[in-house]
């Protein structure tokens, strides 16, 4: 099976504007999680989305919003960038309902604010 | 809300010493995961515990969760420079909404 997919691979945004990430997971796969790593805050969640529905969310600002298609596929929006903003963005995805999965993530998107 | 916290956040190691990581949570969690991330890549998943006191080898590595399923280790012997990367612990809690918080990690540096 491929592996979870995220694209772009890297980005270079400047500060106010606007930025869509994508996320492939691994076919099968109903839940895909999002999170944000920088080296002072490690691995914070920003939010998981089952069967197209957002199921949890973590203590972002409403600038970062995402959404799951019915093929499973995701992506998250990040509008009004700011500097605080560049990290590497990872996706993570799991078979999903309600038992504790593991989490298979993916290469993650290198987004940096200038 | 829920913290995850990892102890220490470096540890060097001589290679062929044994080191263990620590992982504390203010609440109590239904399961534990943890993952191991190399340098340049994405967090990979090892194991996970579920049940009080449970522990789990995977050849070098041991893994125990608390007897209060708040806290959790990662036992290495005899360390490898494979064993270079970072180890999150990463738990779940009904308190939490059962959102996946990580700690921090712990990023293991190995000398030959």
């Known amino acids: 099976k491929a592996g979870v997919t995220q694209t772009p691979r890297y980005l270079i945004k400047t500060r106010g504007q606007q930025v869509t990430l994508s996320c492939s997971p691994i076919s099968g796969h109903r839940s895909v999680s999002w999170y944000q790593q920088t080296p002072g805050q490690g691995l914070q969640f920003l939010f998981e989305y089952f069967s197209e529905t957002q199921r949890n969310k973590g203590n972002f600002p409403g600038r970062f919003s995402g959404r799951q298609f019915s093929n499973s596929r995701s992506e998250m929006n990040v509008s009004t960038l700011e500097l605080g903003d560049s990290a590497l963005y990872l996706c993570?995805?799991?078979?999903?309902?309600?038992?504790?999965?593991?989490?298979?993530f993916g290469p993650g998107t290198r987004l940096t604010v200038t | 809300g829920q913290q995850v916290m990892q102890i220490p956040q470096y540890q060097h190691v001589q290679e062929g010493e044994d080191f263990t990581t620590y992982c504390n949570s203010s609440t109590t969690l239904s399961n534990i995961q943890w993952y191991k991330q190399r340098p340049g890549g994405h967090p990979v998943f090892l194991i996970q515990?579920?049940?009080?006191?449970e522990v789990k080898k995977q050849k070098r590595l041991t893994f125990q969760f608390g007897e209060a399923k708040k806290n959790s280790s990662l036992h290495i012997t005899a360390t490898q420079t494979t064993d270079v990367g970072t180890y999150f612990c990463?738990?779940?809690?009904?308190?939490?909404?059962?959102?996946?918080?990580f700690g921090g990690g712990t990023r293991v540096l190995v000398k030959p």
């Open positions: 515990l579920v049940k009080s006191g």
């Open positions: 990463a738990g779940r809690a009904q308190a939490a909404g059962n959102k996946l918080t």
């Open positions: 993570a995805s799991s078979p999903g309902g309600t038992g504790p999965y593991e989490q298979y």
